[in-house]
Protein backbone atom coordinates (compact mmCIF):
# COMPACT_ATOMS: atom_id res chain seq x y z
CA UNK A 1 0.00 0.00 0.00
CA UNK A 2 3.00 2.79 0.78
CA UNK A 3 4.45 1.69 -2.30
CA UNK A 4 1.17 2.20 -4.47
CA UNK A 5 0.85 5.85 -2.52
CA UNK A 6 4.27 6.69 -3.10
CA UNK A 7 3.77 6.02 -6.87
CA UNK A 8 0.65 7.77 -6.99
CA UNK A 9 2.19 11.10 -5.25
CA UNK A 10 5.38 11.00 -7.91
CA UNK A 11 2.91 10.17 -10.92
CA UNK A 12 0.34 13.91 -9.41
CA UNK A 13 4.13 15.73 -8.93
CA UNK A 14 4.62 14.95 -12.28
CA UNK A 15 1.79 15.95 -13.86
CA UNK A 16 2.58 19.76 -12.54
CA UNK A 17 -1.48 19.73 -11.91
CA UNK A 18 -1.81 20.38 -15.89
CA UNK A 19 -5.48 20.79 -15.89
CA UNK A 20 -6.98 19.15 -19.50
CA UNK A 21 -10.14 21.04 -20.37
CA UNK A 22 -12.59 20.58 -23.02
CA UNK A 23 -15.35 23.43 -24.40
CA UNK A 24 -18.90 23.00 -24.43
CA UNK A 25 -19.96 23.71 -27.42
CA UNK A 26 -23.37 25.54 -26.88
CA UNK A 27 -21.12 27.29 -24.02
CA UNK A 28 -18.14 28.23 -24.75
CA UNK A 29 -16.94 30.87 -27.32
CA UNK A 30 -14.24 32.63 -28.40
CA UNK A 31 -14.37 36.91 -28.22
CA UNK A 32 -12.50 39.24 -29.61
CA UNK A 33 -12.38 43.06 -29.88
CA UNK A 34 -11.06 45.15 -32.99
CA UNK A 35 -11.01 48.71 -34.15
CA UNK A 36 -12.62 49.18 -37.35
CA UNK A 37 -13.23 52.53 -39.14
CA UNK A 38 -11.59 54.34 -35.68
CA UNK A 39 -14.74 51.98 -33.45
CA UNK A 40 -14.26 49.29 -31.47
CA UNK A 41 -15.95 45.84 -32.27
CA UNK A 42 -16.64 43.12 -30.34
CA UNK A 43 -17.71 39.39 -32.04
CA UNK A 44 -18.06 36.45 -31.27
CA UNK A 45 -17.20 32.84 -32.11
CA UNK A 46 -19.37 29.52 -30.72
CA UNK A 47 -19.25 26.24 -31.45
CA UNK A 48 -16.04 25.16 -30.09
CA UNK A 49 -14.71 21.57 -29.56
CA UNK A 50 -11.28 20.10 -29.05
CA UNK A 51 -8.98 19.95 -25.92
CA UNK A 52 -7.22 22.20 -24.01
CA UNK A 53 -3.98 21.27 -21.79
CA UNK A 54 -3.19 24.00 -19.77
CA UNK A 55 -0.59 24.39 -16.70
CA UNK A 56 -0.52 27.38 -14.55
CA UNK A 57 2.94 26.92 -13.61
CA UNK A 58 3.94 26.25 -17.24
CA UNK A 59 2.00 28.80 -19.35
CA UNK A 60 4.48 28.02 -22.14
CA UNK A 61 3.99 24.72 -23.10
CA UNK A 62 -0.35 25.08 -23.07
CA UNK A 63 -1.80 23.26 -25.97
CA UNK A 64 -4.68 24.31 -27.53
CA UNK A 65 -6.29 21.53 -29.83
CA UNK A 66 -9.29 23.09 -30.83
CA UNK A 67 -11.69 23.92 -33.68
CA UNK A 68 -14.68 26.61 -34.28
CA UNK A 69 -17.22 27.16 -37.35
CA UNK A 70 -16.01 30.18 -39.01
CA UNK A 71 -19.62 30.56 -39.81
CA UNK A 72 -20.85 31.45 -36.31
CA UNK A 73 -19.05 34.72 -36.19
CA UNK A 74 -21.31 37.18 -34.63
CA UNK A 75 -20.38 41.13 -34.61
CA UNK A 76 -24.05 42.30 -33.79
CA UNK A 77 -24.40 43.15 -37.21
CA UNK A 78 -26.05 40.90 -39.78
CA UNK A 79 -24.34 42.86 -43.11
CA UNK A 80 -21.01 43.05 -41.95
CA UNK A 81 -21.31 39.43 -40.59
CA UNK A 82 -21.94 38.04 -43.97
CA UNK A 83 -18.92 40.22 -45.34
CA UNK A 84 -16.84 38.27 -43.03
CA UNK A 85 -18.10 35.05 -43.74
CA UNK A 86 -17.06 35.66 -47.70
CA UNK A 87 -14.36 34.98 -49.71
CA UNK A 88 -13.09 38.30 -48.98
CA UNK A 89 -12.34 37.57 -45.45
CA UNK A 90 -13.49 33.97 -43.63
CA UNK A 91 -14.34 32.45 -47.07
CA UNK A 92 -16.58 29.92 -44.82
CA UNK A 93 -17.74 27.61 -47.84
CA UNK A 94 -14.35 26.80 -48.80
CA UNK A 95 -12.70 26.99 -45.46
CA UNK A 96 -15.89 26.23 -43.16
CA UNK A 97 -13.46 25.64 -39.80
CA UNK A 98 -11.12 27.61 -37.70
CA UNK A 99 -8.96 25.31 -36.02
Known amino acids: MRIL ?7 VM ?3 FAQ ?3 PV ?8 KIK ?3 FNTNGSFSGIT ?3 SFDEAKPAGAIFDVTV ?4 IDTDNNKRDN ?3 SDDYFDVKNYPEIR
Not at 5 to 11: G, N
Not at 25 to 32: R, Y
Not at 69 to 72: E, L, M, N, R
Request: charged letters at 15%; a positive charge; aromatic letters at 2%.
Open 20 to 22: QLT
Open 36 to 38: NLG
Open 25 to 32: AGESKITF
Open 69 to 72: PAKT
Open 50 to 52: GKI
Open 14 to 16: HSG
Open 5 to 11: LSLLLVA
Open 83 to 85: HLR
